[in-house]
């Protein structure tokens, strides 16, 4: 039986919504379902907008809102990440 080591990570796509200094959220994972989800720390190498990625996190119990739009986002602290080629 071969062992799935991404059983437990979702896909997800890289957005960049814009410098969190002026009025954006920085890069934020939007799921399949379209939930948007803000990483408290992205690894610099997944920071490109519309990057496939497969992810697991951990929810943190804080929600932040920010100008990209009126979305209260969920704070996430990412436990695995890596590139999805699969897609």
């Known amino acids: 039986m071969a062992c799935n080591k991404d059983k437990d990570m979702v896909e997800a796509t890289v957005v960049d919504t814009g410098d969190i200094t002026n ?3 920085g890069y934020v994972l939007q799921l399949q379902d379209n939930a948007l989800l803000q990483p408290e720390y ?3 190498a997944y920071q490109h907008g519309g990057l496939k ?3 697991k996190y951990t929810h943190t119990g804080v929600q932040d809102t920010c ?4 979305v209260v986002y ?7 990440i890596k590139k999805n080629i699969d897609r």
């Open 23 to 25: 009025e954006g959220c």
């Open 42 to 44: 992205l690894p610099s």
């Open 53 to 55: 990625v497969k992810v």
């Open 67 to 70: 100008k990209f739009g009126s």
């Open 74 to 80: 969920d704070l996430v602290s990412i436990q695995d």
